[in-house]
């Protein structure tokens, strides 16, 4: 059964722990990173906003292999019927991994700046 794509839509993952603490990434592997609590909230509303875009549409979402990219896909796909949605993994649109060379007080004083 072939359809045509009617729309597409870009989502980034609700905020995770290392977009609130850039420390975390020193402690945990970037790809292992759960979603914050608001993070779980914002995906419950991108769910819901969905939802209404897409109606009665069958849904597929494309998602990375990082735990939260699935934590938000799940919340998401909880606002859809099951029978509605199905998924993709792709490792492809994860974020490279080079390691972390930045100087933590110089990322600090960046943000700052950011947001003055």
């Not at 609130?20 to 608001?38: E, F, R």
């Amino acid at each position: 059964m072939h359809r045509n794509v009617r729309r597409i839509i870009l989502l980034r993952h609700g905020e995770s722990v290392g977009n609130v603490d850039a420390t975390i990434y020193g402690k945990m592997p970037d790809n292992q990173q759960d979603l914050t609590s608001w993070g779980k909230e914002q995906a419950v509303r991108a769910g819901r906003r969905l939802r209404t875009i897409v109606g009665t549409e069958d849904v597929r979402f494309f998602i990375s292999p990082y735990k939260r990219s699935h934590q938000t896909f799940q919340r998401m796909a909880d606002c859809l019927r099951d029978e509605q949605y199905s998924y993709i993994e792709d490792p492809r649109l994860r974020e490279q991994d080079w390691g972390n060379f930045q100087d933590l007080k110089r990322m600090a004083e960046q943000q700052k700046e950011r947001r003055r």
